[in-house]
């Protein structure tokens, strides 16, 4: 939450080391958030690029269907839209992905 990279960038590394990575990154929290939709919801463009070269899935929605592109649309998280978008490479699909009230990201 205040963004420390380093101590961020060791534990993506000791999760690495895992057998099952993808199940951690991917982990979603008590408000079924993804790390990768904290670091949207953040803004913090760092550990969204770290987390997707982790592999992290971006299109993994949160128990309303937004996934973490819908949360950048919404917060106006420009940088990490860009990003998202420039890392995913069925984008058309992933675009046209809408919440469950039917809301689009774009």
């Known amino acids: 939450m205040n963004k420390q990279s380093e101590p961020f960038r060791q534990i993506l590394k000791t999760v690495a080391a895992s ?5 951690v990154i991917d982990e979603r929290n008590g408000r079924t958030l993804t790390p990768l939709t904290l670091a949207v919801l953040l803004d913090a463009l760092e550990f969204v690029k770290d ?3 982790y592999k992290a ?3 993994i929605p949160n128990e309303e269907g937004d996934c973490p592109l819908h949360f950048a649309a919404k917060y106006n998280n420009i940088e ?3 990003y998202l978008l420039a890392s995913v490479p069925t984008s058309s699909a992933f675009i046209n992905q809408s919440n469950y009230s039917g809301e689009y990201e774009g």
């Open 57 to 59: 899935d971006p299109t």
């Open 80 to 82: 990490c839209a860009r």
């Open 51 to 53: 987390l997707l070269n």
């Open 19 to 23: 057998d099952d990575t993808n199940f």
